[in-house]
């Protein structure tokens, strides 16, 4: 089957060539990869010079933030389903996006997620982030898939409105709740690692992050009248400590 990947990025020079090769190396499905760059200055183009003859579509312009240039991939996606790989992450392995598809085939579905490996830049895994715990009814709590490692149908995250451009860091968050709780969204879970994502990132960047998501969060619980819980949203610090003492546990390769 074929998917769209949308890749986001803006100056990203350093990390862009390992997201791409990971991409490319995929086996066993057919890809549609975007790249959306926000008119990077330091040589990002540059880089995806070896493999642009892979690359469906490449645009450079700027944007309006993260989730407007989310939105512009999304826009042109012609797959069936769709998910977003940042420049800063890549795939745990050439079979895992296929595995991913397979999973998704046999669940007839809406939404198909995975695991993702948080690791440093010297590549040893800092924290897991599983899927396991979710379940619709835990949106509200600030429980959601892992964003790196899901796909989603193309025409359900349309007619959901897309992204909320107005979201600082909690945009996904938004989109799940909304294809969950006013679409109901059909979901199966894949446990391996899809992603592993470099820390650093807009949504995990340290407790300045973790307090502008958990007030996204709550924004948009109110903004679709759901009732939040805003003690377990404010307290995901506990799981977080869960996922990162996972992660230095012994024996604990995943994917």
């Not at 312009?61 to 991939?73: C, Q, S, T």
């Not at 198909?112 to 895994?125: A, C, E, H, K, T």
């Not at 619980?221 to 003492?245: M, T």
């Amino acid at each position: 089957m074929k998917v769209t990947i949308v890749t986001v990025c803006y100056n990203a020079a350093k990390t862009i060539a390992d997201c791409v090769a990971s991409v490319q190396a995929q086996q066993g499905v057919d890809i549609e990869h975007i790249i959306i760059d926000g008119g990077s200055s330091d040589g990002t183009l540059q880089r995806l010079a070896p493999f642009r003859e892979r690359i469906s579509v490449v645009v450079s312009e700027r944007d309006n933030g993260i989730y407007d240039a989310m939105n512009k991939g999304l826009a042109r996606a012609t797959s069936d389903i769709t998910g977003f790989l940042n420049a800063d992450d890549l795939f745990a392995g050439p079979t895992v996006l296929a595995r991913l598809m397979n999973a998704y085939n046999a669940a007839e579905t809406d939404v198909v997620f995975g695991d993702v490996d948080q690791i440093n830049y010297s590549g040893r895994v800092v924290r897991r982030f599983r899927g396991n715990s979710f379940r619709p009814d835990r949106i509200t709590s600030g429980i959601m898939p892992p964003h790196p490692a899901t796909y989603i149908k193309t025409d359900l995250m349309r007619r959901a409105g897309g992204f909320d451009a107005s979201y600082r860091v909690g945009g996904d968050f938004d989109m799940v709740l909304r294809l969950f709780l006013r679409h109901n969204a059909r979901w199966a879970y894949l446990p391996e690692t899809i992603v592993r994502m470099r820390i650093g990132g807009a949504s995990t960047s340290g407790l300045k992050s973790y307090m502008q998501i958990s007030r996204d969060m709550m924004r948009s619980c109110a903004a679709h009248d759901a009732q939040a819980n805003k003690l377990a949203i404010y307290g995901r610090i506990l799981h977080k400590s869960i996922e990162v003492f996972d992660a230095l546990r012994p024996g604990q390769s995943h994917g």
